[in-house]
């Protein structure tokens, strides 16, 4: 009884998909609300979860030559007010500090809700010469944006991320890093996080704040929504300008640098749940899941059995994150919870199982069982994780090339959107007035405008006049 | 010219400490000023050290079964104020949230100063029984603090630390986990950070706001003034009925859970620049030194040594955290700012070097140089690095114990504290008002009782009645 319960207090994912991530949420404990308002606890098991997210991106990003720093928190106003776009975008949602102890401010300070302005406020007074170019710097923290609706991960009043911010000497050197970062946030989500992405171009509508050209990678939910997962902005030489970022070149003139930014926030961990997760729980991708196997000791109790559990832990953690769960709930119960829980792999050892030298491993997304000699386990082990990242990114492939569909008039476009969910590819002619149309009878917006264009047709799905790009579109989280 | 000038920059310790110290800070590339006043940016050199304390402390917090998680950086008003003594003591310096967006805030929410409250008030919906304690959870994260004056690393409005926050089923558990912790601090200090400490407790006077007990690593610096570099609280039941984080125990019955917090910052790393550096500048212990051996070419135009001195790089990098200096700078430029860096070793290379199949390695802290076989280096290095460690912290407990004197009387204590600087273990009757005389005397505090008592004297060092504890005394930053 009490091992079914736990499974049946989550609401099925086919009957409300939103209250089934909720669910899971607070079942597999990763997060918890609080007293105030909007913002979360990220429990133990959400945090390590990040800590692997952000261990394997930093390492990434050293690779790439960036250098982490560390910002103030705090935007004084007038900061914040020097580029004109970049305030308008921003002012509207951030906490504002307007006392310091027992005394008023002489003037407010935001929470940051973006480091654009302080990183230019640094470098106006850090780059002198071509000689301290590029600077590729980052740094981990947390924001704020006074969201009114808030959803765990998705969207909170703080959240955590990291932020780049680069300087360069030309325009060509920002644009370029701009890509490789955007490549290396797709790299990094479907090598380690398993998870598919389209890479493209924002629309100028949808672009960042004060950004030339913003670049995205979208991924699509279990649901068919989308999620952009991570963005790139190149701002030419605008932001240098409003601040006054400038160095002395090799030929001796006074030049603006151009810059760029790019970020990743703890919302990706949404993205795990909603492209991987089933009716049981959580499941987590090997490369980033905290424990990647759980041991479970059957009739516990027995003579040996948690003796052998421990010794088979102790083999296993050489290689693996593992974990031996010998409380004293019963084995059912532990299964469903493990299962809630995401972790990869489960291994399964009784009495029976150590006298014949054997023991169970479940795998948590196909939920196959096998029976794997003693002396096998590691390399087992190690085999069955490969496998299973590898085909976690491949059924979420699959899953999101069903359900990417082509329209290529408004009327196909329409009854996709009403009948189906996913991403739909359709022309656009690039006239903002189609997307503000499109968003107000669908709450569909334009995702990206891919690398990987298509021809699908010549005309503007929506307007029918000349179609100048392929656009995917969708609803987004 | 040029090489010399970058030294001679530097104020002389035994000048100006105070300048000293700033100058070093700003040449080694740590820290910068930043328009948001009493904030600071910590630079690439300042960030990779935290990171490698973050790396080093993280892992021996994980070792003692400590979890990580993240709280939100507000605490609504009401909720500071339940614990009385503990928004006293805070709430004079805490920066305050009253807008967010465009609207003004129902209630007011402060930035974290710490955050014992936020804990509290998690706790007391995520603890029911006694199965689910100990809670030992521990998040990074930064803090405000609304400081009048500032200084790097020692003292600024928004610095980075971790706070660990535990909650226990016993009087006892709580007590042997504040020990553990402060212990873990002061292991960590002594092998990881070459710094001895003297681990002690602190008089009510001087513990933290809402405590029944702080204890207190100190150390001190080489211009003989004390630095607290790591406390540790246990807070008994009292935030526990404040809050009513109650529990179901054993015997069915409900109780108070009893709390414990610790922390250590970036202020360590103002101890390490102040216990280790010299006239040329930082000296980093082995251990933390983000980079520890700096290759620095000889006539780096001739042929040949570009290359040697990336293969060095390519050999060394498999054991140790080493970089090339082929910037266009002479050698002598580039020994001073390596000098400067703290980088422990630096390995020089030249045409003549080559020929004759050695490298010269210099030691940063006693200066020393060794002609090194180059087959042998990989071997040498390691074992310099170790010698530089150990020898770093023997000197730093030299120095220390040579600054550390006796008083039995005023007198004695008033001419030591005249005349010279440093620690001064004299006995105390345990009354406030001799503390508060001696501080207002000669700004000196009480810095800890030690766990190692030693019996000095019959009568307290103040008011000559009879004595109750062996104190350390010094002048604090």
Redesign the interface.
Known sequence: MADKKMVEEITSMNVDFAQWYTDVVKKAELI?Y???KG??????AG??L??LIQRQLDERFKNAGV??????????ES?LEKEKDHVEGFA???????????QPLQER?C?RPTSET?FC??YK??VHSYRDLPRV?NQW??V?R?EKETRPFLRS??F?WQEGHTAHATEEEAQERTIQMLNLYADFCEEVLAIPVIRGQKTDKEKFAGAVATYTIEALMHDGKALQSGTSHNFGDGFAKAFGIQFADKDNTLKYVHQTSWGMSTRIIGAIIMVHGDNEGLVLPPRVAPVQICIVPIQQKKEGVLEKASELRDRLHRHFRVKVDDSDKSPGWKFAEAEMRGYPLRVEIGPKDIEAGKCVICRRDTREKLEVPLEELEVKAGELLEIMQREMLERARVHRDENTWTAVNMDEFVNIFNEKSGFVKAMWCGDEECEIQIKERLSVTSRCMPFAQEHIGENCVCCGRPAKKMVYWGRAY
């Open positions: 918890d609080t007293s105030v913002c979360m606890v990220i429990k133990p945090y390590a990040w800590e250098e982490n720093v560390y910002l103030p928190m705090f935007i004084p900061l509207p949602e951030v906490a504002w500090v307007t006392h310091g102890g027992l300070l929470v302080l406020d640094f007074n850090d710097y923290c947390s704020v006074w009043r703080e955590l």
